[in-house]
């Protein structure tokens, strides 16, 4: 079966209803049938409880507790790098920007403008330049972290679609990264700025920001943005930056001839955060 047929369901699938649904659930405090849900859930996806900083099942009130579970300190050492891997997940793309677009599956590319909202004097501060897709699995720790020391000077929540992100919809839907709901962060750094992009999808029930809190819900269809001035919002390396709920995708742009991926760094690689993601160019 074709990528492009096997997502064609997604295009009939009520994706907004079922993810208001799966938010309710998520955030309910159900006793016994949470618990059991979540035994289920860790053994259906494999998910290694003995690195969580609670490993009893018993322990989470809600699915939403159990998603954005913390882990033990020391569960992920952070490479002696410039840049470190934000996430827990897999590298579905990485590389260059080709002047203003961003390869997101064989066959299929978005533009950096369409990724920010359409804002087309940031995205050309990234002409050029380079990104990196990453994909957190239903397995996964689903807390994002800093790739490099970074304060905060935007954030846009862009409304949008809510496909799924697994690899076979990034083969089979057109621009999806820029077609589905996502929240764009810019930050400055030592390094020069750069976008760390949370990007939601189906049953995705919320994303959310340290300095914000929950960005979604609400969802009132239109752009909306915040600034933030100089010393608002600072964060260093490797120090957690937002969360989601079950599992989506990051996507990364840095400036023209600011780095230089390690060369392990490939298409469908598993990745850790903390683990080292580039050097300087």
Request: aromatic share 8%; hydrophobic share 45%; proline share 7%.
């Amino acid at each position: 079966m074709s990528d492009r047929l096997a997502v064609l369901p997604q295009y009939l699938l009520p994706k907004q209803a079922l993810t208001s649904l799966a938010g309710r659930v998520a955030r309910a405090q159900a006793g016994g049938w949470t618990t059991g849900a979540i035994r289920r859930f860790v053994a259906r996806y494999g998910v290694d409880m003995a690195e969580a900083a609670e490993p009893d099942i018993a322990r989470y009130a809600s699915f939403n507790e159990f998603f954005t579970r913390a882990l033990k300190p020391g569960a992920r050492p952070l490479a002696d790098a410039p840049w470190l891997c934000p996430v827990d997940g897999a590298i579905s793309q990485c590389g260059a920007i080709a002047r203003d677009r961003i390869l997101q599956a064989k066959g299929h590319d978005y533009t950096t403008a369409a990724l920010v909202g359409g804002d087309v004097a940031l995205a050309a501060r990234f002409e050029d330049g380079a990104f990196a897709t990453l994909y957190l699995s239903p397995r996964d720790y689903h807390r994002i972290h800093m790739p490099c020391d970074g304060e905060l000077t935007r954030m846009i929540h862009v409304p949008g679609a809510l496909f799924s992100v697994n690899p076979t919809t990034a083969r089979g839907v057109p621009g999806l990264f820029a077609r589905n709901e996502r929240v764009v962060c810019v930050f400055e750094s030592p390094h020069g700025p750069f976008v760390l992009a949370l990007v939601g999808a189906t049953i995705v029930g919320s994303m959310a920001t340290v300095w914000h809190g929950v960005v979604n819900p609400p969802r009132p269809g239109t752009l909306r943005e915040w600034t933030y001035g100089p010393g608002t919002v600072r964060l260093q390396r490797g120090e957690e930056m937002g969360r989601f709920l079950l599992g989506s995708t990051v996507v990364l742009l840095f400036p023209k001839a600011t780095l230089r991926f390690v060369p392990d760094w490939a298409a469908g690689r598993p990745i850790r955060m903390g683990e080292a993601m580039a050097v300087q160019a």
